[in-house]
Every structure is written in structure tokens, then in C-alpha cells.
């Protein structure tokens, strides 16, 4: 900095001898000749002419020092100038590394932003997929669910049915024991209460046969034995009602599963709602 003052002020000085020799070339101030006095005379008036230059030089020399002061005061606004555009310039050098920066650190943010954007498109389009699935699994687990239903209803009458009968054929083998055991002790007191109501006893025999055999009647084959052939027949149909009352039993426990897993898949896929309490 102090170097390329001193080579401005240097520039400066050749500039302003060259104005000196432009300004006052020889001839144009007039100075009083002393070729025509004395010698006395001549030394004075060499005296006074170089007072004269003197002046004026003294002058001229005032006016270029103002002249130099206000150049380097100018000069000084420039530097002071070109500094403020140095620093304006290295202001503007930062915010534009800055800006740079930021403007680089965006993209990788809208980068990721938009990497993020495409893997969650990807997610929905899988959510949709597997939506899509879970309903139609839900519709097919409905459809199964309702023919289950169906026939679990059907089943169920069934047993209702089948429960009837067994009621029946238990009554019936209840029956057909009371009778057994009682046939001993009715042979003991026949002959002995035959004599004093043998009317009354012919009748109430009558009438319990008629009923017994009104009940077994299906169950009963015509040929043999009675007695014999009732009890058997009514174990071995007792025993049948039994061994397909427990299977039935079991097809009802088994259908009772599949109904409850179907309903549980439906209810959490979201298809069946609990129903409001009343």
C-alpha cells in the first residue's frame, strides 16, 4: 500500500514539472531587462528579477501544493473508497460462499426429502396391495363363516332332534328295568293277591303293558321271547343313541371351533363389529 503511494505521488511531481514547463514557457512573464543599466544597477536589478521568480515561484508553488494537497486528499477517498469496496467485496465474497453453501446443503435436504417422498409412495402402494388382500380374505372368511353358520343351525336341529330321541329311549330303558326287576316280585304276589283282586291286578297289568308296549312298539321284534327280546333290543338301542349321541356331541364341539376361529379372523380383520349392547 505505502508502495503504490509513493509511486502516485512520484507520477504526481513529473506531472506537475511538466504542467510548470507547460504553464509558464519563456517569454510569458516580462521581467524588467538589465542589459541597458549599469553594472551597479545590473546586480540590483538581477536581484529584484530573482526576487520576482522567487515570488512567483513561491507562488506557483503554493498553488501546487494546494493543488497536490487536494489530489491526496482525493487520492485518500479513492483508497478509502477502494477499501470500502475491497471489504464490500469480500462481504459479498462469504455470503456468496454462504449462499453456495446453504444452496448445497438444500439440495441434499430436497434429496433426501425426495428419497423419503418415493419410499413412502412405495409404502402405500404396498399398504394399498395389502389392504386389498386383507379384504378380500375378509369377504372369503365372511362367506365361510355364514356357510359354517348355516350348517351349525342345521346341525344344531339336528342334535335338538336327536336330543329328543335319546330323552326317549332313556325313558324308555328306564322303563324297561323297572319292569324287569319288577316282573320277580309281580310272579311272587300273583298267586297271592290273584284271590283277593285278581280283576284289579289283570287291569293295572293290562294297562302298564299296553303303554309299555305302545313306547317300545318300533323297538320291539314279533317274534320270540317278549321279555327277553325287549331287554336286549333296549340295551343295544340305548347303546346305539349313546355312541352317536357323543359322536354328534363331538361334530357339535368341532363346528363350535371352526365357527368361533372364523369369527375371531373376521372381527380382527375389522369386517364384524361387537354388537351394541342393549
Known amino acids: 500500500m505505502a508502495r503504490s503511494l509513493l509511486l502516485l505521488l512520484a507520477s504526481f511531481f513529473l506531472s506537475l514539472t511538466a504542467s510548470n514547463a507547460v504553464d509558464f514557457p519563456a517569454g510569458t512573464v516580462s521581467l524588467p531587462s538589465c542589459s541597458d543599466h549599469g553594472s551597479q544597477k545590473s546586480i540590483a536589478c538581477a536581484v529584484e528579477e530573482a526576487k520576482l521568480k522567487f515570488a512567483l515561484l513561491e507562488s506557483i508553488l503554493d498553488e501546487k501544493i494546494g493543488d497536490l494537497n487536494a489530489r491526496t486528499q482525493y487520492l485518500g477517498d479513492c483508497q478509502r473508497r477502494i477499501e470500502e469496496f475491497t471489504s464490500e467485496i469480500d462481504r459479498l465474497k462469504t455470503e456468496l460462499s454462504n449462499f453456495k453453501e446453504d444452496h448445497s446443503r438444500k439440495n441434499v435436504k430436497l434429496s433426501a426429502l425426495?428419497?423419503?417422498v418415493r419410499l413412502l409412495w412405495e409404502a402405500s402402494r404396498k399398504n394399498n396391495f395389502e389392504i386389498y388382500d386383507l379384504e378380500q380374505k375378509?369377504?372369503?372368511a365372511e362367506r365361510r363363516l355364514k356357510a359354517v353358520a348355516s350348517q351349525f343351525e342345521e346341525t344344531s336341529q339336528i342334535v335338538s332332534e336327536q336330543w329328543i330321541q335319546i330323552q326317549k329311549f332313556e325313558q324308555a330303558l328306564y322303563m324297561?328295568?323297572?319292569f324287569v326287576n319288577f316282573i320277580p316280585v309281580l310272579a311272587r304276589s300273583r298267586h297271592q293277591k290273584l284271590e283277593r283282586n285278581s280283576g284289579k291286578d289283570a287291569q293295572l297289568l293290562?294297562?302298564?303293558l299296553k303303554s309299555l308296549?305302545?313306547?317300545l312298539d318300533p323297538?320291539?321284534?314279533r317274534d320270540g321271547s317278549m321279555f327277553a327280546s325287549l331287554k336286549s333290543k333296549a340295551f343295544q338301542t340305548f347303546a346305539a343313541v349313546k355312541h352317536y349321541h357323543y359322536q354328534l356331541h363331538s361334530m357339535c364341539e368341532r363346528l363350535g371351533d371352526i365357527?368361533?376361529?372364523n369369527f375371531v379372523l373376521?372381527?380382527?380383520l375389522g369386517v364384524l363389529t361387537p354388537a351394541p349392547e342393549s
Open 114 to 116: 425426495e428419497e423419503e
Open 213 to 215: 308296549m305302545g313306547i
Open 138 to 140: 375378509a369377504f372369503d
Open 259 to 261: 365357527v368361533h376361529e
Open 206 to 208: 293290562s294297562v302298564f
Open 176 to 178: 324297561v328295568e323297572v
Open 219 to 221: 323297538y320291539v321284534p
Open 266 to 268: 373376521v372381527y380382527d
